[in-house]
């Protein structure tokens, strides 16, 4: 089997460029004693991937320069010399960026199609689901009543913490960028909505907004920048906040200064949690169970950008970083 793959030509800081991803065609071994071939069908493209592309390594190792890159997808068995795989099951793997594969199994999981379609395993059902509840749940301790500030509203990680959060008995304020995310977020349940685009002062827009709502009681923060210096301003004392991700500064060529109103930590007696989803599995059996609740009970629902072919990949990736997804951002090969 013949499989093109997405490499990266260099490392690089500032803005991403067609010119940093080159696809190459491969032909694929047989699988070996313990490995599987998979064709792939759906790709995810992630703002961490970013991280990965500037050469250093950071909780995760870079990207190598020259190799088909990494992340999530699910796909077929074509091929299995190992045990409990055979020819047609759908996997979900960390080989993504290309076509098809030949590899080990270790580390690979069954997904079942008849309960969700293949492509929610990389969205709500996924990381990018447990992203959210994480975040809720376990670093904010959302609790029913509290008014949650879900940044990135319409994104992936944003679309699936507001229903969430609703399903949790909280109230949600989110922002977005643009009248159709914002309408897709209030579509989903917030009850406030900012477009940060339309808007001269963030805050100031954020405090109006959260005021019958009786306030901001805790922040989910996935775009940093003037985002995370609303959000200082705008939070209630005791607020928590959630810091999942800052794509906002991803593209940065060097670091720039922080928010200039810090002291509202202290005078806030704020909570700031960082935290990276895999370190959480703790908690996967309760998502699992929470989610398939929620989703029975109809208070969740998906929807997904998707780009087609092997080839839009950069396009897919690039695209995260100029808002060009609503919902999950994914690839259909
Ligand atoms: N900690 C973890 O374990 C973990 C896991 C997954 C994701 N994350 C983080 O979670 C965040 C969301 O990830 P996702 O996968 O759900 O992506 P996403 O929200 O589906 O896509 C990115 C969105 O970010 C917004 N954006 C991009 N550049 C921006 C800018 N300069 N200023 C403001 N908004 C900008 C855009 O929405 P608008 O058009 O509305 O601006 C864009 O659609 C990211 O920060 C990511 O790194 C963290």
């Keep these: 089997m013949k499989s093109r793959e997405i490499r990266l030509t260099q490392h690089f800081t500032g803005p991403v460029k067609p010119e940093y991803f080159e696809m190459t065609e491969v032909d694929l071994p047989d699988p070996q004693a313990g490995q599987i071939q998979v064709k792939n069908a759906w790709l995810s493209v992630d703002p961490y991937m970013r991280g990965r592309m500037i050469g250093i390594k950071t909780y995760v190792d870079p990207f190598q320069v020259g190799q088909p890159m990494e992340g999530g997808a699910v796909g077929q068995v074509v091929k299995s010399n190992a045990e409990g795989f055979s020819e047609g099951d759908w996997v979900m793997s960390m080989n993504g960026w290309r076509e098809g594969w030949t590899a080990s199994a270790e580390g690979v999981t069954k997904i079942d199609t008849n309960l969700l379609p293949a492509e929610a395993y990389l969205g709500i059902a996924g990381l990018t689901g447990m992203t959210a509840y994480v975040g809720i749940k376990k670093m904010i301790g959302l609790k029913e009543g509290e008014t949650l500030w879900m940044s990135a509203g319409a994104g992936a990680v944003g679309s699936a913490g507001i229903q969430f959060a609703k399903a949790m008995g909280a109230k949600v304020l989110a922002t977005a960028g643009g009248d159709e995310k914002t309408a897709f977020c209030k579509e989903l349940g917030a009850d ?52 999942c991700g800052m794509i906002a500064r991803y593209n940065d060529n060097e670091p720039l200064p922080g928010p200039t109103n810090l002291t ?70």
């Design 192 to 243: 406030a909505v900012v477009d940060y685009k339309a808007v001269d002062d963030l805050s100031a827009a954020v405090r109006e907004a959260a005021k019958p709502l009786g306030g901001i009681d805790a922040y989910f923060e996935n775009v940093g920048g003037d985002h995370l210096q609303a959000a200082l301003d705008a939070i209630k004392a005791h607020g928590r906040m959630a810091v």
């Design 264 to 333: 509202q930590i202290v005078a806030k007696k704020l909570t700031l949690q960082g935290f990276i989803v895999s370190d959480h599995f703790d908690v996967y059996s309760d998502f699992v169970s929470d989610l398939s609740n929620w989703m029975m009970a109809g208070k969740v629902k998906t929807r997904d950008t998707v780009f087609e072919g092997i080839d839009k990949t950069p396009d897919a990736f690039m695209g995260l970083f100029t808002g060009a997804n609503i919902g999950k951002m994914l690839v259909k090969l």
